[in-house]
C-alpha cells in the first residue's frame, strides 16, 4: 500500500505541476480520457487550514488506518470545491453528512462531515462553496475530513496541494 501511495503521490505531484492552470470539469455521462484534472487544485476550506491528522494509509486494504487528511475546522465553516467536477454523491453516511465529487480520471474527493444542499449530479468549479462543516464521525465539531480516491485506491490529498516530492540537489557545473 505505501508503494501505490507513494507511486500515486509521485504521479499525482507530477501532473499538479504540468498541468495547466484551468481545467474545464468533466462532462456527465462522458468517460475522460484526459490527465487527471490538476493545477487547480486549492484547499477546500480558506485560507489555508492547520492540518490536525494527516493521511496513514493502512498495510493492507482492510486493516484500519487513517484514508485521508483531517483539516481544522469547525461547524457551519464553509466548504468549497478543491477542483472542479460532478457531485456524484450527496447525503447519509452512518451518522455523518458526506458529499463526494468525481473529478474525472479516475480521482473521487470525499468530504465529511459536511452538509450540502448540491444533489448528485450538480456540477461544481474549484473554489465553489459545495456546503458547510457539519457534525458526526470522528472530525465532529473539530476538523474536516477529505479523502481522495485514486481509480478506487487511497491517496493522499495533500499531494493535490502540496509538493511533497524530495528536493534534488544538481551539480553545479
Known amino acids: 500500500m505505501k508503494i501505490v501511495s507513494a507511486l500515486a503521490g509521485f ?4 501532473l499538479v505541476l504540468l498541468a495547466p492552470a484551468s481545467v474545464p470539469p468533466p462532462v456527465p ?7 487527471a484534472p490538476t493545477g487547480a487544485w486549492s484547499w477546500p476550506l480558506p485560507p489555508v487550514p492547520r492540518v490536525v491528522r494527516a493521511f496513514d ?7 484500519s488506518g487513517h484514508r485521508g487528511a483531517d483539516l481544522e475546522a469547525g461547524p457551519g465553516d464553509t466548504v468549497s470545491a478543491p477542483a472542479g467536477g460532478i457531485v456524484s454523491f450527496a447525503g447519509t453516511v452512518v451518522d455523518r453528512p458526506v458529499i463526494v465529487i468525481n473529478h474525472g480520471s479516475g480521482l473521487l474527493s470525499s468530504f465529511e462531515p459536511v452538509r450540502s444542499t448540491l444533489a448528485v449530479g450538480a456540477i461544481v468549479s474549484a473554489h ?20 481522495l480516491r485514486l481509480d478506487g485506491e487511497y491517496i493522499d ?9 524530495p528536493s534534488i540537489l544538481l551539480p553545479l557545473d
Do not use: M, N
Not at 57 to 63: D, G, I, K, T, V
Open 29 to 35: 455521462g462522458q468517460a475522460s480520457q484526459r490527465a
Open 157 to 165: 490529498p495533500l499531494l493535490t496541494i502540496i509538493d511533497t516530492r
Open 128 to 147: 465553489d462553496e459545495i456546503g458547510v462543516v457539519g457534525t458526526g464521525a470522528h472530525c465532529d465539531a473539530r476538523c474536516l475530513h477529505w479523502g
Open 11 to 14: 504521479t499525482i505531484g507530477t
Open 57 to 63: 494509509p493502512p498495510a493492507q486494504r482492510w486493516l
